[in-house]
């Protein structure tokens, strides 16, 4: 079992930057490669990075490459989300996710994944 907690939301400007995090606890952190996801109003959940057990390899969906980057300290079991350049169509409750046993290839689907946290609001004022 593991338990994750979300923090870092809040409201900002387009343009602005946050940085999110997703604290663990329980279960060996390393273990797990982490994910982060989000969800707006009235659609549905969506894949926005991943990052392997041991950092080295992420993948980001297409709309956020450049902007955002995800990043982990296995010490502090802490998976990290910084967002630059925000935009308004980024508002969304930002969830972050961790999977214990991962097929290569399916990071950006849901049910890989078996923990997950309570969500953060992130909003972009235009």
């Known amino acids: 079992q593991v338990q994750l907690v979300e923090s870092g939301g809040g409201l900002v400007q387009a343009g602005g930057s946050l940085r999110l995090s997703c604290v663990a606890s329980?279960?060996?952190?390393?273990?797990?490669?982490m994910g982060w996801f989000r969800q707006a109003p009235g659609k549905e959940r969506e894949f926005v990075a991943h990052?392997?057990?041991?950092?080295?390899?992420?993948y980001y969906v297409d709309s956020v490459k450049g902007r955002f980057t995800i990043s982990r300290d296995n010490a502090k079991n802490t998976v990290y989300l910084l967002m630059n350049s925000l935009k308004p169509e980024d508002t969304a409750v930002y969830y972050c996710?961790?999977?214990?046993?991962?097929?290569?290839?399916?990071?950006?689907?849901?049910?890989?994944?078996?923990?997950w946290g309570q969500g953060t609001q992130v909003t972009v004022s235009s």
């Open positions: 996710a961790a999977a214990l046993r991962i097929s290569p290839g399916n990071y950006y689907l849901s049910p890989t994944y078996d923990y």
């Open positions: 329980g279960r060996s952190f390393s273990v797990y490669a």
């Open positions: 990052i392997t057990r041991s950092g080295y390899s992420t």
